[in-house]
Antibody
């Protein structure tokens, strides 16, 4: 069965960076893109960007360009999302999600990683 | 970017009743609309894709309809596990965007 398993919760100070991982299993990793969606406390869902695992290129939401990098390691079927220059507004749960189509719908999701930014 | 507006914000119903959730797009998204269910502390789950197709394993009491700018998610005969948050999402244009959500709560 398809599974996306994310790394654990993180606490970071303002100005720091965070790197969240998402390990995929149960399907051919290179056949689907991986998207990242975040959800601030009590708020809705916000798409951050995606990476084409097969080609290796990424497409980021304008809001995050210059501050986010999405990568993959096909040898371990793992995707990564690094967000830099963190502020308290980046406190959120970060989800990876498998994408279908272009633009995608999201058919499988990781369990989420809580990133807390606090001094 | 395309803005999705969901209504109502909250729907108070009893088990066994029918829920009708609305999602309106700021411009046509054709049939490229999906619905997700999210329970507290959990990731969203895909229910409906491309307006009316149930995702794998989704019960038949969930149905979607609509095209263009107006879409509906219907949950017939609400089960206790259906009380949750529901989001719509468009994939017609980049970037993909989500609606603000409708909470279905127990009356």
């Amino acid at each position: 069965q398809v599974q996306l398993v994310q790394s654990g919760a993180e606490v970071k100070k303002p100005g720091a960076s965070v790197k969240v991982s998402c390990k995929a299993s149960g399907y051919t990793f290179t056949s689907y893109g991986i998207n990242w969606v975040r959800q601030a406390p009590g708020q809705g869902l916000e798409w951050m960007g995606w990476i084409s695992v097969y080609i290796g290129n990424a497409n980021y939401a304008q809001k995050y360009q210059g501050r986010v990098t999405m990568t993959t390691d096909t040898s371990t079927s793992t995707a990564y999302m690094e967000l830099r220059s963190l502020t308290s507004d980046d406190t959120a749960v970060y989800y990876c999600a498998r994408g279908v189509g272009s633009p995608p719908r999201f058919d499988y999701w990781g369990q989420g990683t809580l990133v807390t930014v606090s001094s | 970017e395309i803005v999705l507006t969901q209504s109502p914000a909250t729907l108070s119903l009893s088990p066994g009743e029918r829920a009708t959730l609305s999602c309106r797009a700021s411009q046509s998204v054709s049939s490229y609309l999906a619905w997700y269910q999210q329970k507290p502390g959990q990731a969203p789950r895909l229910l409906i894709y491309d307006a009316s197709n149930r995702a794998t394993g989704i019960p038949a009491r969930f149905s979607g309809s609509g095209s263009g700018t107006d879409f509906t998610l219907t949950i017939s005969n609400l089960e206790p596990e259906d009380f949750a948050l529901y989001y719509c999402q468009q994939r017609s244009n980049w970037p993909p965007t989500f609606g603000g959500g409708t909470k279905v709560e127990i009356k």
